[in-house]
């Protein structure tokens, strides 16, 4: 993540993994999730805020997921339904559940068919939030797989090349694919230039946005740099930006996620489905259907390696590929605490005393 | 294809379809290839040029090949090998063939087996050029399937965000889905910022490559307009550029595609692997594993309706899906001719006087 989204030191508390895990899955306990959807839930956002994912973490997050439990808007306990099954795939209506609640498990089905046929992939319909996406595919690689995943996620905030209106959500895309030595890679990337929620991070944090990120109202690309305005007063361009610089090709990923997760699974295009009907698309791929994992480890590990001891051009002290910098902040974090902004520990400790949760953070 | 790339009008010279193909399939099969297989690799380059992708139609690529065969790199009777084999899987050694040779075939395969158990994929190890990638998803768009297509092109191109070598190839991304009323969507992107073979085509045309595309060959980012070097003389940066604008999005992608294509086939990275020995990744996708194919046609016209209709920014006059555009030049192509460059005709009658083979373009 760029240093812009990070906590200001003098801002930060840290509170250990135990306790933000703890605090969250009393939280969704008291939303009306089934302990075992709780736990997997808080494990989304916790396995997020370790990696130093804060955008999709507990900070962002939470509170979102609080009201539209709230609101009535997600389903706690939803029935969550298959609507089509094959030996390799699957559609799933989610009844409204949080991503995070159902996108695990449904993973966890196209690992079990990818197990037993080599590849394996379900399409979800009907839910909310999804989370940080590398959670999907990292947990394919546990089991030996390349893992991949998508999410259609609305169409209010992403406009076309030269287009005026918005069509798409942020339209993240993940990929993963374990290594031997080395940390595997771990790819989890808005079709945006930016993620949505690392531009609320820059309001709580004061720092600006980069031109061609955002556009107007009437779809004008800023070419300034600006503060964050509010939601509702601007949209997000494709990653690339202008055509010259590779708009088209954000634009075209982020179609893709739209035909992938949304028409796929028969929720409808973004634009049509609307800011509370999220849709997802993961993917399992049986390494061993296509050459031996160990031949395939020591090739990933040679590229790795070749990548992360590569001299850096000027001006950079390192060359990092995705997941990396994410897997060493895991390390660092669960030794010595989550930096949280010190207004994401007193929300906590708000929501504690006014459900009589009985916890106190850091 | 940005204007920068099409050939002059005064230097245009227009082919009928038919007369290309004649040329092209009369050289294919002088290198030594079979009937069939001179006919596929054909298309895959007529295709392309009626398009107006002429990056990677006969203009660049013919001679190229011509030269790789009469060098022995490629073998136009090539033996080719299945490694390992599921329901869902196959795993290829090409033998060294024509990447438009072979790969239209691995396509077929993974479109049969898609069709028996909802998804089919093919990787192939150890081929030459595989032309314009759009092309292996169409043909799956024309049996009611989703595509995709990866290809890692060797490792001397394209180096990672902040490194100073080359690693990757331009590893390019197809992906294509079928719609009812309108042109499908056909998206195919190099994830450098521009495909080499356009750069190529700038130095024919006489344009600049734009701040941002290349890098010297010590890894610094080029930030100035300027006339295309020779091969050899500067690394292309991947897609977005610089870090701020997103040029860790296309160099994640590449090495997807490097894993996907290079590792996952067996053929290794493409740093190691080399400028002879590319590979491919192919899928399937079955739509009707997923939700009915009519729902999800007219779902997808809803989308493409939306995006192609909609008001566009100041200064253009329609906003394009990927694809629509490619669409509509065929069309018009077809009906009125390929217009190449005098040069390519040129060299067209040159090779024919040569070899013998008796036409003469246009």
């Not at 605090?23 to 989304?44: H, K, N, P, W």
Request: aromatic share 8%.
């Amino acid at each position: 993540m760029l240093k812009r989204f990070l906590v200001p030191e003098e801002d930060r508390v840290f509170v250990s993994e135990e306790s933000v895990r703890y605090a969250t899955q009393a939280i969704f306990l008291e939303m009306g999730l089934s302990e075992r959807d709780a736990e997997q839930a808080t494990d989304v956002l916790v396995v997020s805020d370790l990696r130093g994912c804060e955008s999709h973490g507990v900070s962002n997050m939470l509170r979102n997921y609080v009201h539209e439990y709230r609101r009535g808007e997600l389903n706690p306990k939803p029935n969550v339904k298959t609507l089509r099954e094959s030996a390799v795939s699957a559609t799933w209506d989610a009844d409204q559940a949080l991503g995070i609640q159902v996108g695990p498990r449904a993973m966890e089905l196209a690992i079990e068919k990818a197990g037993e046929s080599g590849i394996g992939a379900v399409a979800i319909r009907n839910c909310g939030h999804v989370g940080m996406l590398a959670y999907y595919p990292m947990m394919a690689i546990a089991h030996d797989m390349i893992g991949f995943c998508m999410v259609s996620a609305g169409g209010a905030l992403q406009v076309p090349v030269f287009g005026s209106e918005p069509v798409f959500g942020t339209n993240p895309i993940a990929w993963a694919a374990p290594a031997d030595k080395h940390a595997p890679f771990v790819f989890d990337v808005a079709t945006t230039q930016v993620a949505a929620n690392k531009l609320m991070l820059t309001r709580r944090i004061g720092s600006k946005l980069e031109p061609g990120w955002i556009t107007t109202l009437e779809g004008e690309p800023v070419m300034e740099s600006v503060d964050s305005p509010d939601y509702g007063g601007f949209h997000m361009l494709p990653f690339g930006g202008t055509r010259e610089n590779g708009g088209h090709k954000g634009y075209g990923f982020a179609t893709i996620v739209d035909i992938m997760a949304g028409i796929l699974s028969g929720n409808g295009p973004g634009f049509i489905a609307g800011r509370l009907h999220h849709s997802q698309f993961v993917m399992a791929i049986k390494i061993d259907s296509f050459v031996d994992v160990e031949i395939f480890k020591a090739d990933l590990d040679k590229l790795l390696e070749k990548l992360s001891t590569m001299k850096p051009t000027k001006g950079h002290d390192r060359v990092y590929y995705a997941g990396l910098i994410e897997h060493e902040e895991t390390a660092l974090r669960k030794k010595e605490g989550i930096p949280y902004h010190r207004e994401v520990v007193d929300w906590f400790n708000g929501i504690s005393d006014e459900l009589k949760l009985g916890f106190s953070l850091p």
